[in-house]
């Protein structure tokens, strides 16, 4: 079979592989599932892997198949598996278990192993491939009434990992009502973040860099009951004149210097949540430290970072694509704007990954297979 793979740590090396077709016996105690690839997402994670900036082939591999968002129908099942049956569509996780005592609980992704398994991106093939196998514990099952939006589950999952430590962290309160959030950030991940927080009854307030008029990922902000702002025209402390300090902010820019912006927007008792993982080498100069540590202090302020999302993640957020499309029908379809067909357009999917301001690209995609 077709697998799109990258030698990990050389720039631009991405191109076709000839792989065996996988098998459910590949997986042991008959828990195997064989599964059908019908679309793949690509992401800034996929692009910074074809930079030679991240990812890792696994052991005994010179290249790494990429894909960690995805989509498929199972062909056939193990003798163990009760859950799923041919023709299921069913979204794979990314991570797997390590060693950590989190991996043994199965908890890993609060791993604290430095030699993490994610397929497609760490010492695990991913899923830019015509079939994959997988444990079905590691698949989840989707609605067919949401298949064609179901390839946004997996970036989803982030924000909802995200969102869970957020309700979990503020329990320290006996009492939290948040009420206004900020999203910084209006790629993919921010869109989806505006979406769950405004399902969860925030007033949600966008910010991107781009300017509001002509920018479809503004309009979907909009849509979902929010407001965008370019901060290129406010900047983050100068929105609280605007909008007051949030409850919540959300950081997935991908861009770290405006961590400290969101710092100082930040409402007593807030909370703030960073999700970019950022491979570069940025600075910052002149950050008023006294200020926010003291505003931190005084306010029992909250910062954290989240990276992945574990089982339960995928299934909330099953439950709130499905809330989605019938609070906002067509909103998460508009997200989907760049269809790929086939693996061999890889270097398609990877012009549009590397220029997506130009493309107005959101979400770009491979059709593997029709649903
Ligand atoms: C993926 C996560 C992964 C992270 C770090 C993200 O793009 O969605 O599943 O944990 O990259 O590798």
Same mark, same amino acid.
């Given at each position: 079979?077709?697998?799109v793979?990258?030698?990990?740590?050389?720039q631009?090396?991405?191109?076709?592989?000839?792989m065996d077709?996988?098998s459910v016996?590949?997986?042991k105690?008959?828990?195997g599932?064989?599964?059908?690839?019908?679309?793949?997402?690509a992401?800034?994670t996929?692009?910074?892997i074809?930079n030679g900036?991240?990812g890792?082939?696994?052991?005994g591999?010179?290249? $790494?198949?990429?894909g960690?968002?995805?989509?498929? &129908?199972?062909?056939? #099942?193990?003798e163990?598996?009760?859950?799923l !049956?041919p =023709?299921d569509?069913?979204?794979a996780t990314v991570r797997?278990?390590?060693?950590?005592?989190?991996?043994?609980?199965g908890?890993q992704?609060?791993?604290?192993?430095?030699e993490?398994f994610e397929?497609?991106i760490s010492?695990?093939?991913?899923?830019m491939a015509e079939?994959?196998?997988?444990?079905?514990?590691?698949?989840?099952?989707?609605?067919p009434?949401?298949?064609?939006?179901?390839i946004?589950?997996?970036?989803?999952?982030?924000?909802?990992?995200?969102?869970?430590?957020a309700?979990d962290i503020?329990?320290?309160?006996?009492?939290w009502?948040?009420k206004?959030?900020?999203?910084?950030?209006t790629?993919s991940v921010? $869109?989806?973040?505006s979406?769950?927080l405004?399902? &969860?009854?925030?007033e #949600?307030?966008g910010?991107g860099?781009?300017? !509001?008029? =002509?920018?479809l990922n503004a309009e979907?902000?909009?849509?979902?009951?929010?407001t965008?702002?370019?901060?290129?025209e406010?900047?983050i402390?100068?929105?609280?004149?605007?909008?007051g300090?949030?409850?919540?902010i959300?950081e997935?820019t991908?861009?770290?210097?405006i961590?400290?912006?969101a710092?100082?927007a930040l409402?007593?008792?807030?909370?703030l949540i960073l999700?970019s993982?950022?491979?570069?080498?940025?600075?910052?100069?002149?950050?008023?430290?006294?200020k926010i540590?003291q505003?931190f202090?005084?306010?029992?302020r909250?910062?954290?970072?989240?990276?992945?999302a574990?089982?339960?993640?995928?299934e909330?957020?099953?439950?709130d694509?499905?809330?989605?499309e019938a609070m906002y029908a067509?909103?998460?379809?508009?997200?989907?704007?760049h269809?790929?067909?086939g693996?061999d357009n890889?270097?398609?999917?990877?012009?549009?990954l590397n220029?997506?301001g130009g493309?107005?690209a959101?979400?770009?995609?491979f059709?593997v297979?029709k649903i």
């Open positions: 079979m077709k697998a793979a990258v030698k990990p740590k050389t631009n090396s991405v191109h076709l592989v000839e077709k996988p016996s590949d997986i105690d008959g828990r599932v064989l599964v059908e690839v019908l679309r793949v997402g992401c800034g996929d692009r910074e074809n900036e991240y890792v082939a696994p052991p591999f010179d290249f $790494l198949v990429l960690h968002e995805n989509l498929g &129908r199972v062909v056939e #099942v193990g163990n598996v009760k859950e !049956r =023709g569509y069913v979204v797997r278990p390590g060693t950590s005592i989190y991996d043994t609980i908890e992704d609060f791993t604290t192993d430095d993490y397929r497609g010492r695990l093939h991913g899923y079939f994959y196998s997988e444990s079905s514990d590691f698949l989840v099952k989707i609605p009434k949401i298949v064609e939006i179901a946004l589950l997996e970036p989803l999952s982030i924000i909802e990992k995200g969102l869970k430590q309700s503020q329990e320290r309160l006996k009492i009502h948040p206004t959030a900020a999203v910084l950030g790629g921010g $869109l989806l973040a979406m769950a405004s399902l &969860r009854g925030y #949600v307030h910010f860099r781009d300017k !509001r008029e =002509g920018y979907l902000v909009e849509a979902v009951g929010g965008y702002d370019s901060t290129a406010l900047t402390p100068d929105s609280v004149k605007k909008y300090e949030y409850d919540l959300f997935c991908g861009y770290s210097p961590v400290f912006d710092m100082q409402n007593q008792n807030g909370v999700s993982v950022t491979g570069g080498s940025r600075t910052v100069d002149a950050v008023p430290a006294d540590n505003q202090v005084l306010g029992n909250v910062m954290f970072g989240t990276v992945n574990n089982r339960e993640h995928f909330g957020g099953v439950k694509l499905a809330l989605c067509g909103w998460l379809g508009r997200m989907l704007t269809k790929v067909e693996l890889y270097a398609r999917v990877f012009e549009i220029n997506a493309f107005k959101i979400k770009t995609y059709e297979s």
